[in-house]
């Protein structure tokens, strides 16, 4: 049995969050009570308590301490909302663009978070999960894109430019190439009509 002194301390903390209808449902499911059942036991009305558990009538102290002794809790159950901090943590996690196409309200939220805490915080540690692997899979992606096999890599646009440079530096006359052209050209037909059927029989031969 909850001490008095626990439930004057409680009691004072629950005048300050006073609508938690939807935690006095969830406790009657939990026990498996219909609202009939859970209004005797408290000694008001069955419509009474629809309306408590919608948050339209507040949760008053001595209904409070009438819980307390009718089902022996522990009225820190009450008193200890962590629903704000779950509902703020899974409304960042709709507002990722993988959800874009599924938008979730404020409402949706509160519903699932009202309906199901368990499955509410099942999804927030299935996203934390998804967001790992995620994060695991862009830092190897970054890793293969500054070095292939390990061994540094320029951007395309830095290896055109030192062709380019290199290119220039030799003002674009290569000897090694001219001698190989000109040994070649002398295996061939000067006629230009055939130079190409030539070229790409040789090509065949040699390289394929």
């Known amino acids: 049995m909850t001490s008095t002194a626990t439930l004057d301390g409680n009691m004072r903390m629950m005048e300050k ?4 209808g939807h935690k006095v449902r969830r406790f009657r499911l939990d026990h498996g009570l219909n609202q009939t059942e859970m209004a005797a036991q408290l000694s008001i009305s069955p419509s009474y308590l629809n309306l408590i558990e919608h948050n339209q009538r507040p949760v008053t102290v001595p209904l409070l301490f009438r819980l307390s002794q009718a089902f022996e809790v522990d009225l820190r159950e009450f008193a200890e909302d962590d629903d704000a901090r779950l509902a703020s943590d899974l409304t960042e996690v709709f507002a990722d663009a993988l959800f874009q196409d599924q938008p979730v309200s404020q409402r949706d939220l509160r519903d699932l978070i009202d309906a199901s805490p368990t499955a509410a915080k099942g999804i927030l540690n299935l996203y934390k999960a998804y967001s790992s692997l ?7 992606n970054h890793q293969f894109t ?40 002398g295996d061939f037909d000067a ?4 130079l190409r059927v030539q070229l790409t029989a040789h090509l065949r031969q040699h390289h394929s």
């Open 134 to 140: 995620r994060e695991d899979a862009e830092t190897l």
């Open 17 to 20: 969050k006073a609508m938690i």
């Open 191 to 194: 006629d230009p009509d055939t």
């Open 146 to 185: 500054e070095r292939g096999k390990g061994i540094p890599t320029h951007s395309a646009a830095a290896a055109i430019e030192e062709v380019r440079e290199y290119q220039e530096a030799q003002s674009n006359h290569f000897t090694a190439l001219e001698s190989a052209a000109e040994l070649l050209r």
